[in-house]
C-alpha cells in the first residue's frame, strides 16, 4: 500500500472522535505532501529544526505536533507556527514556551509527559509532579501557554499485558486530572505498535508513523 491508501485507510478505520498524528520525522517533503493531499493535516516530528524546515517549505494549513524532547534553546525556531508539543515534562520548560509564544503574538498548547513506561530511556514526570507544576503560582501566571492534556509512551515491548497496564494507568491519571483543570481534554497515547491497545484504554490522540510512511531506516 501506499501513502495515500494508509491514509484513507485510517480515516476510515479510525473512530471519529480520534486524532490521528501523521509522525513524518526523517521523511522527505513529497512523501508528507502524498499524505496531505490524501487529506491528512497533523504531523508530528522529533526535532525542532527539520520541522522547521518542512514547515517553510509545506502549505501553512498544516498542524506541526512536536512530539520529541524539546530542548529550551530551540523554541524559539517553532514558536511561531507549532500547534501542539507533546513532551512538556518541566515548569521551566513550560516557561520558555510561555516567553516565546509571548514574543509571537500567541498562545501555545502543550501536553505534560507523564512517565507510564519501565525504560529508563523514556522520559517524562510523575503525575504527582504534573499536579505540583499545574498548582504552582509560577504556572497559573502563563498567559500564553496551555496545558491541553497528558502524554504517554509504553514500554517497547511484546507483552501487551504490560502496555494495557501502563495505558490504564495513564487513563486514570488522565480521568482525574480532567476533574481537577478545565483545560484537560487530550489524551495522546500509542503509536504504530500499539495504537489499538492505546485506544482501548481511551486515548483520543495516536502517533503513527511507520503503518503510514513506511519503515525508517
Keep these: 500500500m501506499n501513502i495515500s491508501d494508509n491514509i484513507k485507510k485510517f480515516q476510515e478505520d479510525l ?21 496531505y493531499e490524501a487529506g491528512q493535516r497533523d504531523f508530528g516530528e522529533n526535532k525542532i529544526q527539520e520541522m522547521t524546515e518542512k514547515w517553510e517549505k509545506l502549505p501553512k494549513d498544516i ?17 511561531p507556527y507549532v500547534a501542539l508539543i507533546h513532551a512538556v515534562d518541566s515548569l521551566k520548560l513550560l516557561k520558555e514556551i510561555h516567553k516565546e509564544a509571548d514574543k509571537n503574538g500567541r498562545c501555545i498548547d502543550c501536553l505534560l509527559q507523564i512517565k507510564i513506561a519501565e525504560e529508563d530511556t523514556k522520559y517524562g514526570i510523575s503525575a504527582e509532579k504534573a499536579k505540583e507544576i499545574l498548582d504552582s503560582d509560577e504556572f497559573k501566571k502563563l498567559d500564553y501557554v496551555k496545558v491541553k492534556g497528558l502524554m504517554g509512551m509504553a ?3 511484546d507483552d501487551e499485558a504490560q502496555v494495557k497496564k501502563e495505558f490504564d494507568h495513564l487513563k486514570s491519571v488522565f480521568k482525574d486530572f480532567k476533574e481537577r483543570y478545565t483545560d484537560m481534554k487530550i489524551l495522546s497515547m500509542g ?6 491497545i492505546a485506544i482501548n484504554s481511551g486515548s483520543n490522540m495516536v502517533r503513527i508513523g ?3 510512511f513506511g519503515a525508517r531506516n
Excluded: C
Design 15 to 35: 473512530p471519529e472522535d480520534i486524532k490521528l498524528i501523521a509522525i513524518s520525522k526523517t521523511k522527505p517533503v513529497d512523501d508528507i505532501l502524498e499524505a
Design 155 to 157: 514500554t517497547f515491548t
Design 63 to 79: 498542524k506541526w505536533h512536536m512530539v520529541g524532547h524539546v530542548q529550551r534553546n530551540k523554541v524559539k525556531y517553532m514558536a
Design 210 to 212: 511507520s503503518h503510514i
Design 191 to 196: 503509536m504504530s505498535g500499539d495504537y489499538q
